[in-house]
């Protein structure tokens, strides 16, 4: 029995993994701990509710009392707000899937890691904004984390048992997203629901809008070198429409492996859930006849500068990688609200990391958490302003 909580439970990545659990549940292999949710309250009882979790928490500290009220008579704890996220990460579980979107997954992901759970992580931002942190408090809780991102997932699974020691370099894939084809002049008027609208994947909105201008495959970058520890040369982007081959490893010898499925999330998350084992799941083997051919291209850095921008960060170290994130959310957040349009987010992005660049402690990297959330806000002001 695997005592497990997670972490933006109604979210996409939630909902996958759920999935997973329900469909062991007649093994009776997890047991939940802490469920967490935003605003769909609903949704979030009614999960805690058919999987009996110990406590559920939303993040809005408004929508505690109807939280209350939905799970009345279950015997469910109910709690609410970021301190309460915290709380619920410091309780006792074997995994904790990290599923939340955005920097909001930082805290309760290294609570989860500090007191000793290994982090099943979806929750890319944290790595960005933290890798270092991350690792330090893997350390201290004598854990691990497993990645759930595909490619992340894919290079894991690809290197096996073997060290960095023979790679030359990976390769991580990118569908291109909903703006691949398009005319370069024609991405400045691109739409939000145009943005929304992915060819391979079902996700969030936010990772999707990020898959189209790429910002997603710089976080994923900016996540392997992080997690790898693998420098930014070594580590290369190509373009794959068909989204069947999520990431490759190539040795000094010239080897490559290559790890290939169909482009279902349930796969890395299933995987990260049931390390060091593998299990049973409700994906399809791939049937390349019938796929027929993979076709590869290099990334254009004009349509995708975000992709340059990660070169950047990754080479500034330091609070690079929190100012990256920070601005990139500020970004995403005022073209979701109609505020700019699509090809002005790398442009505010990149005019966030050079105002502050400049500033003292901007190249340390973070001792603490707080320091990572003060270069977030410092960020998301200066985007904003
Ligand atoms: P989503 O928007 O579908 O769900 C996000 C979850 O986080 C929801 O439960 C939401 O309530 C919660 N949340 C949002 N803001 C919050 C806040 N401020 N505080 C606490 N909780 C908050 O997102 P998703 O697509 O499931 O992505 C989740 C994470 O997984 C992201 O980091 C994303 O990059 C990563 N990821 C997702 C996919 C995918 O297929 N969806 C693939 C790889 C990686
Ligand atoms: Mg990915």
């Known amino acids: 029995m695997r005592r497990i909580s997670i972490f933006g439970a109604t979210g996409s990545i939630g909902a996958n993994g759920i999935d997973l659990i329900r469909r062991a549940g007649g093994a009776g292999l997890f047991d939940i701990v802490a469920l967490t949710g935003g605003r769909n309250i609903a949704r979030l009882a009614e999960m805690a509710r058919e999987l009996r979790a110990e406590v559920a928490v939303t993040a809005h500290e408004e929508l505690l009392g109807d939280l209350r009220a939905r799970l009345e008579g279950s015997g ?39 007191q000793g759970s290994v982090l099943a992580l979806a929750n890319k931002e944290s790595l960005v904004c933290a890798g270092s942190l991350m690792r330090a408090a893997a350390k201290r809780g004598k854990t691990r984390i497993l990645p759930v991102d595909s490619e992340h997932s894919a290079i894991f699974q690809a290197l096996g048992s073997e060290t960095l020691e023979t790679v030359n370099h990976v390769t991580i894939t990118a569908s291109g997203g909903a703006f691949r084809d398009w005319p370069l002049e024609r991405l400045a008027a691109a739409t939000v629901a145009e943005a929304s609208n992915h060819p391979n994947w079902a996700m969030g909105q936010r990772i999707t809008i990020d898959s189209a201008s790429m910002f997603n495959k710089a976080m994923e970058v900016i996540e392997t070198h992080e997690f790898f520890g693998l420098d930014e040369h070594r580590i290369k982007v190509l373009i794959h429409p068909e989204s069947i081959i999520h990431a490759m490893v190539t040795h000094i010898d010239g ?37 027929g051919r993979l076709n590869f291209r290099e990334p254009d850095e ?48 990149e005019t966030v990391l050079e105002a502050l660049a400049g500033r003292p402690g901007f190249g340390d990297e973070p001792v603490d958490l707080e320091t990572v959330l003060h270069w977030d806000r410092i960020a998301r002001q200066e985007a904003a302003a």
């Open 76 to 114: 469910i704890e109910a709690a609410a707000g970021p301190a309460a996220l915290t709380e619920a990460a410091s309780r006792p579980a074997d995994w904790v899937l990290s599923a939340i979107v955005g920097a909001a997954g930082l805290a309760p992901g290294l609570t989860a890691l500090g």
């Open 255 to 291: 080897g490559t492996i290559a790890h290939l499925g169909a482009p279902d999330m349930r796969h890395a998350i299933g995987y990260a859930l049931n390390w060091p084992k593998r299990a049973p799941l409700p994906v399809p083997a791939l049937d390349l006849a019938a796929i």
């Open 302 to 349: 004009k349509r995708w500068p975000a992709l340059r921008l990660a070169r950047e960060v990754m080479a500034a170290g330091g609070m690079a990688g929190a100012v990256f994130n920070a601005a990139k959310e500020q970004a995403l957040d005022d073209f979701i609200g109609g505020r700019i349009g699509f090809t002005q987010m790398a442009s505010m992005v």
